[in-house]
């Protein structure tokens, strides 16, 4: 069985921590107790239970940096219990025996489950695709692909288990490729509109039948209309990303470039680009905080920049070198390409 896509899962057990205060980790007002941890949560949601900013979860478990890197795992079934105390907040698990009375004041220790048991931090289903996918090429970077002639049946649209010809395919690539169309060039908004990437459509699965100077095919997904013309890439290894949601250790300023399917009112579960990347400090795991930029018209007819307005916050899990993917988790109002994303 496949390891889940994403493993970003908390720290588990009783640790030696020091305390949050409670006015740095605001608790929500109606915070239970206890949680009941079942299939289908996700990490995300249950601090979400407790906190009012669920992104500062590693702080009241009391993680460090290495921690946060390589986390333990948390499983159905499992009570996660709001402690308090005199000096602050933390989250623990309870062992349940007896209900939630008797807590175990050591990890937990499970037997060897299924690595999918585990529950996620974000819901994987929304960002897996964009794991496996380049999405972001150099200029021209799909010319010399291999690229599909047709089909036997002469149709205009491909999909799913239609078997299409490609030509210039290699054979020491494997059997498993995605399809994908050169898309619009991704532009800096902040930097005289320098071009940070081209992006790169994808379209769908395929595996090879047959490799020859012209190789038979056939498409196992399509996830957009499938044309002549539409070039393959090598299915990538699965990215792996095992980070819990943090805020960065200093200052972002960054903006909304572009938004999954092209749209332009973006709002919880949308995918969208920033203009940010490696070299600016973002890796997997990231959050930020985007603001809206607004103006209003004073009395005397001018235009006033108002201040910058917090509508939601946004999980990184995919880096480039100029570039990054996040999926928004959590919108107040509206948010609109341009919008300012920085480090909350």
């Known amino acids: 069985m496949r390891k889940p896509i994403i493993s970003m899962i908390l720290f588990l057990g009783l640790l030696s921590v020091t305390s949050v205060k409670a006015e740095n980790i605001i608790l929500r007002s109606d915070t239970p107790n206890h949680h009941v941890v079942v299939s289908g949560d996700t990490l995300w949601g249950i601090a979400s239970r407790f906190l009012k900013d669920p992104w500062r979860w590693p702080e009241i478990w009391g993680l460090n940096r290495e921690q946060v890197k390589n986390p333990h795992k948390i499983y159905p079934g499992d009570i996660v219990i709001l402690e308090k105390t005199l000096y602050g907040s933390r989250l623990r698990l309870a062992e349940d025996q007896d209900g939630i009375k008797t807590v175990k004041l050591s990890p937990k220790i499970h037997t060897e489950q299924a690595s999918t048991a585990a529950i996620p931090s974000i819901p994987a289903a929304v960002i897996e695709p964009f794991l496996s996918q380049p999405l972001i090429v150099e200029k021209d970077g799909l010319t010399d692909a291999p690229y ?23 054979e020491d690539k494997g059997t498993a490729w995605q399809i994908f169309r050169p898309g619009k060039a991704l532009k800096d908004p902040d930097n005289d509109a320098q071009i940070l990437g081209y992006e790169a459509i994808y379209l769908g699965n395929a595996k090879v039948n047959v490799f020859a100077d012209v190789s038979t095919v056939t498409i196992t997904r399509a996830a957009e209309e499938i044309l002549k013309g539409d070039r393959l890439v090598p299915s990538p290894d699965i990215i792996f990303n095992n980070y819990v949601p943090h805020a960065p250790e200093f200052s972002i300023n960054g903006r909304i ?17 920033l203009n940010k990347g490696e070299i600016d400090g973002l890796e997997m795991g990231h959050v930020l905080a985007i603001y809206r930029k607004s103006q209003a018209k004073s009395l005397e007819g001018q235009m006033v920049q108002l201040p910058d307005e917090r ?34």
């Open 148 to 170: 599909i002639l047709g089909s036997s049946e002469n149709r205009v649209i491909l999909s799913t288990g239609n078997t299409v010809y490609v030509s210039g395919l290699p």
């Open 257 to 273: 470039i572009s938004v999954y399917g092209g749209v332009t009112e973006i709002g919880k579960g949308a995918i969208i680009t």
């Open 311 to 344: 509508t939601g916050l946004v999980f990184v899990f995919r880096v480039f070198d100029k570039i990054a993917y996040a999926l928004v988790v959590q919108s107040t109002h509206s948010i609109k390409i341009l919008d300012a994303v920085k480090t909350p």
